[in-house]
């Protein structure tokens, strides 16, 4: 880009000025207070904007001090076109308004275009050429030297500045050795913190330890209390061994006395008793019946008398007149005189009844019936009515005129009248038979002695003929019957054994009686004990017999056990049931004692059980101790538990932890970036300068020599820095050169680049006369640099040094200009 | 069946990314973890599961409390009183060497040994079980344990528990038992309960293999719902429900002011822009500026006035449901015009510069702090130092 014409309408001290900038270099000749740096800054506020007033640039403004209207144009020409920059006042800079060729307005970002990505300040670092931008004294050489590398890129200065500030900023914030810096502080209060929190991490470590502890002492706890009953069951176990010690001893010690050759089995013993019983037995049978026989004897010699003798001998014809008496008792007592006089009585009062005359036998049976047919005869006559055929005559009457049968009724009339016929005949034949009939009965009386009675008492008198008969007969014999009587019982009396004083039979039969069942009484008692001692003796032979077998059958058993009386099987019998009670006490002993009991008991001794019992007991204690123990270390444990539990410091610490961090890593990544920045930058710069460096070499190397009369020849790049070749061909560093040197190399350098950029961008060059160091170059050979440089860039070339004018160059002289306007 | 499924407890392990906040606020976030996994205990009794999996890093083997110990194994203990059995394996957070010595746990607790084991039980309806896991004996596992887990049992079921992450093919990277799904699906299981990425996902619906993700998000990057899995039987197969119980959410909020120009307006409407429910919110503000905002605005917003003003003002309130822990800058970032021309030295000087070893070389012993260590690990932090570092270059000459 080339500005052909500037128009200004105010600007500082400049108002509604024209400019033609035709030469190329531009020479802006001006003595001070001219208007060169205000001419310059109006060039550039139109390009960039107009300055905003505030902080250093607050002096650049250039506002019209003379109420002119601010602002003013630039005709410039970019890639053969022509366009009108204008610049008024506005907002951020200004109001920008391009016009082109054909007086059409471009957009205000063409402005970027034009001036590609620079702006104000970055133009002036690369186009201007002033003494606020060349180096000077205070300049170190070192930086010098940097600076020198990193010409090569765009801005470079600028980014150097850069550097320097974040390098700053940078180390404010944290440098690996510092203290006070803000990440530093946070850094050291981080591992303070974290310091902290290993501490409480120790605590969360306690916990863990705790809880571990806690879960084995429960564990262990647990195990004590599953075990505490199987203990208290072993304590129960050998305190019950204990227990039966005694027991377990007394059945040992009754086990060994096993009682020897008891052959007594309970048969042999039940055999034997009975055995003996029996004997008993027999030998009491005997004696009590050796008792009965002596009272059986003495009752039988008691009984043994004459008396009894005889009636004994005599017992049958004692009996038999015994009989006899009896029958003549009997035959007396029918001759009793009691009857005989009743009898003599009844014959008295029959003989008196029929008039005492001497009464006639009574009839015979056939007289008797003689009689009563006689009698009946008389009696049968009347009684012979038949009633028959009338009584059949009414009937068939009464049922023929019932059923109005006058056959049957005619046929009753008939047999009526047949009876009355027959009725009337028989009338007849009964007068004949009567009058036979008394004369046969006057016979009858006159035969039988009957004629003293009337007939009709004939019959009736015979019963008490009869019984007058009898009773006559029967008092005769009754007479003879006493006489008998008497005489045979005085020959039965003289019979008897025994006198008897008697007044009558009975007495005499009584007291017989008496003396014949007293005899068979006693007889019979005789009889008895005689039967019962021959039985009884009998018996006692009999036991006598058996008991000889029992004893032999006893002493037999004996014999097998080698014994010889009771007393020895008493004996036997008793060492037997000594041998029994043992056997039930230790059975009893063996009841109270189980098997394994036994089995138990059996492995120890009385001394080692009662080590054993003492050794669970205190197996027990020591489990119960355990327990109560881990009970309270378990309190113990959890009161430190929720101590640690509740003390919520370490997650706040932690969590402050992690804040720090936050801040901490914040910090870093501002610091990094920061440092990273900075690299990035050297390093663009770097990169830039490698690569442009041959070529800004070669046009620097020829500003170089201008600058100086060619006393330099070559400029040099390696490693160790720039240095530069003299015609000498001395090599020098860039610190060893003298500081006017070191500043034209660095124009050079900035020349050289100028031109090596210019392919991609060409902007004017500004060069204000400030080059102090310059004083020794002479203008000619300045003006000589800018032509050349002007062969690629339109040189602007502000001096206040009027010596330009005597070098035969166009000069547009401020001074002129002024004076005309003045 | 029914069963539940989650991993990533990291009870009490301290958030992420916060800077100081109330002690309310403090408590309410601590507890958060704790809450979470509570509220899944009881959602196990109350669901009457056969069984709950717990797959590895239940809390931070070096930043646990005595009471996330001692709170982890009265759950169980609530879980043992249901009779409900807990399977748990230890992960790259909890890793030790697990003996078959008396732990604290009840007795309904299983733990996985540091080999590969199967442990089987028998359901109340006699459908039998088998899980296959394993627990972590050290921080990392580079081995592929996949190879170690066992054909299918003859059970009705069979469950593995594997915590670890899918393999990158890459040795720098799979530390955590690394696996395929293809080498998991060869198993022919009915279910793969995994543990260690804090996302919920499924990375296979049949059969399910399954990320329960961490019961509470813990830090900025995990943002979204939180919960664990309700895995039901249903004809023969075994479904996956998500369900939620994280006491705090972790969001982000995109904010563009619209006219504020003073501080104390942007907080207004950083304000406005939440919205307020029962879940505890932690909120991380992304404004976005653009060319036209107000230089005073940036400046508040960068040297973190805003954030301390909005926290205050909160802090001051009785009732908080929500808390900004961060607010991001977003504005158009490129680097400076003036490197336009050099454009390619640039872009080559950037690649050159920001490597891995340049970050390692430049934090020095900063880098012996673990927890930078890890940061600087991050193989996405070249690319946020270089953003950082244009924003360095753009942003001061903004200031120039």
């Known amino acids: ?822 | 069946m029914k069963f539940i499924h989650t991993a990533d407890l990291h009870l009490d392990s301290p958030f992420r990314g916060l800077s100081d906040m109330p002690t309310r606020i403090w408590q309410q976030v601590h507890q958060s973890t704790f809450t979470a996994f509570e509220r899944i205990v009881d959602a196990a009794i109350a669901q009457q599961v056969d069984f709950v999996l717990i797959v590895g890093d239940i809390y931070d083997r070096d930043h646990h409390s005595a009471e996330a110990e001692d709170f982890f194994v009265r759950q169980c203990q609530r879980l043992d009183q249901n009779q409900i059995p807990v399977y748990l394996s230890y992960g790259n957070h909890d890793y030790q060497v697990v003996r078959d010595q008396e732990n604290a746990f009840p007795k309904n607790v299983h733990v996985f040994g540091n080999s590969v084991e199967t442990k089987k039980l028998t359901l109340a309806d006699k459908q039998t079980v088998a899980i296959t896991g394993f627990s972590y004996e050290k921080r990392w596992l580079d081995q592929q344990v996949i190879n170690n887990f066992p054909g299918r049992e003859n059970t009705d079921w069979q469950i593995g528990m594997l915590h670890g992450a899918l393999s990158q093919n890459n040795p720098d990277q799979d530390h955590y038992a690394p696996f395929t799904i293809p080498e998991l699906l060869q198993k022919n299981y009915d279910y793969w309960a995994l543990g260690h990425i804090h996302k919920h996902q499924q990375l296979n619906d049949n059969p399910p293999i399954v990320y329960p993700g961490d019961p509470q998000g813990r830090h900025k990057n995990e943002e979204g719902q939180h919960g664990y899995y309700l895995v039901q039987s249903n004809s023969g197969k075994l479904v996956p429900e998500f369900k939620v119980v994280a006491p705090i959410e972790w969001c982000k909020i995109n904010v563009e002011p619209q006219n504020s120009q003073s501080g104390e307006s942007l907080v207004k409407e950083l304000i406005d822009q939440v919205k307020v429910t029962d879940d505890f919110k932690m909120i991380a503000f992304n404004v976005i500026l653009t060319d036209n905002s107000s230089s005073l605005i940036k400046q508040l917003l960068g040297n973190g006035t805003i954030l301390e003003r909005l926290q205050d003002q909160l802090a001051g309130e009785k009732s908080v449901q929500w808390w900004p822990y961060q607010i991001n800058l977003i504005e158009p970032t490129g680097l400076p015009k003036m490197t336009d021309l050099d454009q390619d030295y640039w872009k080559q000087a950037a690649q050159e510069t920001f490597t891995q070893s340049a970050v390692i070389d430049l934090a020095g012993k900063l880098a012996k702090y673990d927890f930078i260590a890890e940061q600087l690990a991050e193989p996405s932090l070249i690319e946020e130092l270089r953003q950082e570092a244009s924003r360095e270059l753009e942003g001061e000459r903004h200031d120039n």
């Not at chain 1, 109420?67 to 970019?78: C, K, P």
């Not at chain 1, 029959?350 to 047919?373: C, H, I, M, Q, V």
């Open chain 1, 1 to 822: 880009m080339i500005i052909k014409k500037i128009h200004i309408d105010g600007f500082g001290k400049w108002h509604d000025q024209d400019f033609d900038f035709t030469n190329n270099p531009v020479i802006v000749y001006g003595a001070n207070e001219a208007g060169k740096t205000t001419l310059a800054s109006f060039v550039l506020s139109v390009l960039f904007g107009f300055a905003d007033g505030r902080g250093k640039n607050k002096y650049q403004q250039y506002i019209p001090k003379d109420g002119a209207s601010y602002g003013g144009s630039l005709t410039v020409i970019a890639d053969n076109h022509q366009y009108v920059i204008k610049r008024v006042k506005g907002k951020n800079g200004g109001k920008v308004t391009i016009t082109n060729e054909q007086g059409k307005k471009e957009k205000a970002a063409f402005l970027s275009t034009l001036l590609g990505p620079l702006d104000r300040e970055l133009y002036q670092a690369i186009y201007s050429f002033n003494q606020s931008n060349i180096l000077n004294d205070e300049l170190d050489r070192e930086q010098l030297e940097q600076q020198l590398q990193r010409l090569g890129a765009v801005g470079s200065q600028e980014w150097l500045k850069q550097i320097a500030r974040l390098e700053k900023t940078a180390d404010s914030l944290y440098k690996p050795r510092g203290r006070k810096l803000s990440l530093n502080r946070h850094l050291k209060e981080y591992d303070e913190l974290r310091e902290r929190v290993n501490q409480a991490q120790l605590q969360s470590g306690e916990y863990h330890r705790f809880a571990q502890e806690k879960a084995e002492k429960q564990s262990r706890l647990k195990q004590l209390r599953q075990n505490q009953p199987e203990l208290k069951h072993q304590v129960e176990q050998m305190e019950r061994l204990q227990r039966l010690w005694p027991v377990y001893e007394q059945w040992q010690s009754h086990q060994k006395e096993t009682v020897a050759g008891v052959k007594l089995s309970d048969e042999k013993v039940i055999k034997v008793q009975k055995l003996q019983n029996r004997e008993q037995e027999l030998q009491k049978q005997i004696t009590s019946l050796e008792q009965q026989l002596l009272e059986q004897q003495a009752i039988i010699k008691r009984f043994s008398r004459s008396e009894l003798n005889n009636y004994r001998k005599q017992k049958a014809y004692y009996q038999q007149l015994k009989d006899q008496l009896l029958a003549l008792q009997i035959q007396a007592n029918g001759q009793s005189t009691g009857q005989q006089r009743s009898w003599q009585a009844e014959l008295d009062q029959l003989a008196e009844r029929y008039g005492n005359t001497k009464l006639p036998d009574p009839l015979s049976e056939r007289a008797l019936s003689k009689l009563e047919e006689l009698l009946k005869t008389t009696s049968q006559e009347k009684n012979n009515q038949n009633l028959f055929i009338p009584g059949i005559g009414i009937v068939l009457f009464v049922i023929g005129l019932i059923i109005h049968q006058p056959l049957i009724w005619i046929l009753g009339i008939i047999a009526l009248c047949g009876a009355g016929g027959l009725w009337f005949k028989q009338q007849q034949q009964e007068k004949q038979q009567a009058e036979d009939h008394r004369s046969a009965l006057r016979d009858f009386g006159e035969k039988y002695g009957l004629t003293a009675f009337p007939t009709n008492k004939w019959l009736t008198m015979q019963a008490d003929l009869h019984r007058y008969h009898d009773l006559k007969i029967q008092l005769a014999q009754a007479t003879k019957s006493k006489n008998d009587f008497e005489q045979q019982l005085a020959q039965i009396e003289q019979q008897l054994p025994i006198k008897m004083t008697v007044n009558s039979i009975n007495e005499l039969i009584n007291s017989y009686n008496r003396w014949l069942i007293e005899m068979q009484d006693q007889s019979q008692q005789l009889t008895n004990a005689e039967q019962e001692l021959s039985r009884t003796e009998k018996r006692v032979d009999q036991l006598k017999s058996q008991l000889t077998t029992v004893q032999g059958d006893k002493e037999g058993e004996y014999q097998q056990l080698e014994i010889k009386t009771d007393d020895d099987f008493k004996q036997l019998q008793a060492q037997r049931v000594t041998a029994q009670t043992k056997k039930v006490t230790t059975e009893a002993y063996a009841q109270q004692l189980t098997e394994k009991d036994r089995e138990q008991l059996a492995q120890y001794d009385k001394h080692s059980l009662d080590d054993g019992v003492s050794q669970v007991h205190q197996q027990l204690a020591v489990n119960e101790r355990e327990q109560t123990e881990l009970e309270t270390a378990l309190a113990q444990l959890n009161v430190q538990i929720n101590s640690l539990v509740q003390d919520g410091s370490f997650s706040e610490l932690n969590q402050r932890l992690v804040n720090l961090q936050t801040i901490i890593w914040n910090e870093t990544k501002q610091w990094l970036s920061e440092r990273f920045a900075i690299r990035w930058i050297n390093e663009a710069l770097k990169l830039a300068s490698q690569d442009r460096y041959p070529k800004i070499l070669h046009q620097a190397e020829r500003f170089f020599a201008v600058l100086t009369a060619d006393r330099y020849q070559k400029i040099m790049v390696n490693d160790e820095g720039i240095s530069v070749l003299n015609q000498q061909q001395q090599i020098f560093q860039v610190p060893e050169l003298s500081l006017g040197t070191a500043e034209q190399l660095f124009i050079s350098l900035r020349l050289g680049f100028v031109s090596v950029i210019s392919d991609q961008i060409k902007l004017p060059v500004m060069v204000d006369d400030g080059f102090v160091n310059f004083d020794n170059v002479r203008r000619s050979r300045m003006l000589e640099l800018l032509k050349r440089l002007a062969s690629e860039n339109q040189v602007i070339y502000f001096t206040a040094n009027d010596q330009i004018k005597d070098l035969g160059a166009t000069v547009i002289d401020l001074d002129k200009i002024n004076k005309n306007k003045v």
